[in-house]
């Protein structure tokens, strides 16, 4: 599964023999140059920059690291190998072919599936446009860029998806992921995460971690689709996106790792005190996990969700490593616990588990998003340091679903607005959090050196040392 490197969009699909669907995506293509210059990586677009592009859809060996200027960045369509007789593995009819065009009942949900993963990708490069212009380290800003040029890539595959099986309305979404706008009080991103301002690297780091994640579970249930072409897209993403979440757990924990070095040097623990030292204090760093998290679970979806339901039975998308769970996987006679709020108690309650498959697909994120939180908390360890970092109750300062309305403690009571009012300032970041955060994010270039905020990682990328010129600028 080799890539054709000598079309104008590079490809796996064998585009040069759909001639229609190629000048389609040819006039999409300088939109989105368009678009990437506008909203693209700030000041960057001139620089080379060593990163990796995917170059083949095999498991090993699928990348090739060189230098490129982001706007002559080689993006393409890429589909992970078809699977010979593949076969729908869920949902009523389970077991029948995998099918290979859009059929006509499900065209709707279908697209809108395709145009919400969508909107995700070009989202985030818009929320992380300025970052560069503040990164730690040439390191760091190479690795910025590499997630940057990759989500517009995820962008690529659900267009294509759109493009190729879509028809008119298809080309109209493909146009409209390009004009929405992050935050923009109009025309809005589709998800509310991806409306939010990544204004600094910490925020960056928390957002790969946690909201990339999200992106790791929507692929992976995606990928068991029965629509084929979206299954086979959305595992080839899945190979990006390790790298994405690599870049949040590894960039909180040199946070983490230079925070503990100053206190453990000078003694403090005193969080003003840490801060005076020019590191972030734990405290804050927590309150940062605490908003990460909680907004990205929204992105989930509500707890108990028709539609999720619909989406189940009718193959288009599965749950978390569906063939490896032990049940019929149709689902009809099942059950499942979620949370709800029965007079100002939160109580479990077992409903359908058709109807609550958002809330099990946020069980395993949760379950996921623990194991870093463990590494991180072994990094408190190794530096003798006590405090501990914790993922907050899944229904604390929630938006979508049950807990919406509602104001929940970080250990998951439900509380007065009053109460609510004197806590919060220890539970999110504070305007003032912010403020302080802000203030350490100075431009370090300099080969081999970082930010005093943030440690030095443990290697290089693709084994190139540290100090490596991972951006040449212009
Ligand atoms: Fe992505
Ligand atoms: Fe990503």
Same mark, same amino acid.
């Given at each position: 599964?080799?890539?054709?490197?000598?079309?104008?969009?590079?490809?796996?699909?064998?585009?040069?023999?759909?001639?229609?669907?190629?000048?389609?995506?040819?006039?999409?293509?300088?939109?989105?140059?368009?678009?990437?210059?506008?909203?693209?990586?700030?000041?960057?677009?001139?620089?080379?920059?060593?990163?990796?592009?995917?170059?083949?859809?095999?498991?090993?060996?699928?990348?090739?690291?060189?230098?490129?200027?982001?706007?002559?960045?080689?993006?393409?369509?890429?589909?992970?190998?078809?699977?010979?007789?593949?076969?729908?593995?869920?949902?009523?009819?389970?077991?029948?072919?995998?099918?290979?065009?859009?059929?006509?009942?499900?065209?709707?949900?279908?697209?809108?599936?395709?145009?919400?993963?969508?909107?995700?990708?070009?989202?985030?490069?818009?929320?992380?446009?300025? @970052?560069?212009?503040?990164?730690?380290?040439?390191?760091?800003?190479?690795?910025?860029?590499?997630?940057?040029?990759?989500?517009?890539?995820?962008?690529?595959?659900?267009?294509?998806?759109?493009?190729?099986?879509?028809?008119?309305?298809?080309?109209?979404?493909?146009?409209?992921? @390009?004009?929405?706008?992050?935050?923009?009080?109009?025309?809005?991103?589709?998800?509310?995460?991806?409306?939010?301002?990544?204004?600094?690297?910490?925020?960056?780091?928390?957002?790969?971690?946690?909201?990339?994640?999200?992106?790791?579970?929507?692929?992976?249930?995606?990928?068991?689709?029965g629509f084929d072409p979206l299954a086979r897209t959305t595992r080839f993403m899945l190979t990006e996106e390790a790298h994405h979440m690599f870049v949040g757990e590894s960039g909180v924990a040199r946070v983490i790792q230079r925070t503990c070095e100053v206190m453990r040097d000078h003694k403090?623990?005193?969080?003003?005190?840490?801060?005076?030292?020019?590191?972030?204090?734990?405290?804050?760093?927590?309150?940062?996990?605490?908003?990460?998290?909680?907004?990205?679970?929204?992105?989930?979806?509500?707890?108990?969700?028709?539609?999720?339901?619909?989406? =189940?039975?009718?193959?288009?998308?599965?749950?978390?490593?569906?063939?490896?769970?032990?049940?019929?996987?149709?689902?009809?006679?099942?059950? =499942?616990?979620? @949370?709800?709020?029965?007079?100002?108690?939160?109580?479990?309650?077992?409903?359908?588990?058709?109807?609550?498959?958002?809330?099990?697909?946020?069980?395993?994120?949760?379950?996921?998003?623990?194991?870093?939180?463990?590494?991180?908390?072994?990094?408190?360890?190794?530096?003798?340091?006590?405090?501990?970092?914790?993922?907050?109750?899944?229904?604390?300062?929630?938006?979508?679903?049950?807990?919406?309305?509602?104001?929940?403690?970080?250990?998951?009571?439900?509380?007065?607005?009053?109460?609510?009012?004197?806590?919060?300032?220890?539970?999110?970041?504070?305007?003032?959090?912010?403020?302080?955060?802000?203030?350490?994010?100075?431009?370090?270039?300099?080969?081999?050196?970082?930010?005093?905020?943030?440690?030095?990682?443990?290697?290089?990328?693709?084994?190139?040392?540290?100090?490596?010129?991972?951006?040449?600028?212009?």
């Amino acid at each position: 599964m080799s890539i054709d490197y000598s079309e104008k969009i590079p490809n796996n699909v064998n585009l040069s023999t759909d001639k229609a669907l190629q000048r389609a995506l040819e006039h999409w293509q300088p939109h989105y140059l368009q678009w990437w210059a506008e909203m693209g990586p700030e000041g960057a677009q001139n620089d080379d920059v060593y990163l990796r592009t995917a170059v083949s859809a095999d498991a090993s060996g699928w990348a090739n690291f060189g230098y490129v200027k982001m706007p002559d960045y080689r993006w393409g369509i890429f589909l992970a190998a078809p699977e010979e007789g593949r076969k729908v593995n869920f949902g009523e009819h389970k077991g029948e072919p995998a099918w290979q065009e859009v059929p006509g009942e499900h065209r709707a949900n279908l697209r809108r599936i395709v145009v919400t993963q969508g909107d995700t990708e070009p989202a985030s490069v818009e929320q992380q446009q300025y @970052l560069g212009l503040t990164c730690p380290s040439q390191y760091d800003l190479r690795n910025l860029f590499q997630v940057n040029v990759e989500e517009g890539r995820h962008l690529w595959a659900m267009v294509y998806l759109l493009h190729r099986y879509f028809g008119r309305d298809g080309r109209e979404e493909a146009e409209a992921l @390009l004009e929405r706008r992050s935050g923009d009080t109009d025309n809005p991103r589709i998800l509310g995460a991806f409306n939010e301002k990544t204004p600094d690297w910490l925020s960056f780091y928390m957002f790969t971690y946690f909201t990339d994640r999200d992106g790791k579970f929507q692929l992976c249930a995606l990928a068991e689709s029965g629509f084929d072409p979206l299954a086979r897209t959305t595992r080839f993403m899945l190979t990006e996106e390790a790298h994405h979440m690599f870049v949040g757990e590894s960039g909180v924990a040199r946070v983490i790792q230079r925070t503990c070095e100053v206190m453990r040097d000078h003694k403090v623990e005193d969080p003003a005190k840490v801060r005076a030292l020019g590191v972030i204090d734990l405290e804050t760093l927590q309150r940062y996990l605490n908003f990460h998290y909680s907004v990205t679970l929204d992105l989930f979806g509500a707890d108990q969700s028709s539609n999720a339901a619909t989406f =189940y039975s009718t193959r288009l998308k599965g749950r978390f490593e569906e063939t490896k769970i032990n049940d019929d996987h149709v689902l009809k006679n099942d059950t =499942y616990k979620i @949370l709800d709020v029965v007079e100002g108690e939160l109580v479990e309650k077992e409903v359908p588990a058709l109807v609550s498959l958002n809330e099990r697909l946020r069980d395993d994120f949760i379950k996921d998003s623990f194991r870093g939180v463990s590494r991180w908390n072994r990094v408190l360890e190794r530096n003798g340091i006590p405090f501990r970092l914790q993922l907050p109750h899944k229904a604390f300062n929630r938006r979508i679903g049950a807990f919406a309305g509602q104001r929940i403690s970080l250990d998951g009571h439900i509380i007065s607005e009053a109460e609510w009012n004197t806590k919060v300032r220890n539970w999110l970041p504070s305007d003032e959090d912010r403020a302080f955060v802000t203030s350490l994010m100075g431009r370090v270039v300099e080969p081999g050196k970082f930010a005093n905020w943030i440690a030095p990682p443990a290697t290089g990328i693709k084994g190139q040392p540290i100090d490596f010129a991972y951006v040449r600028f212009n």
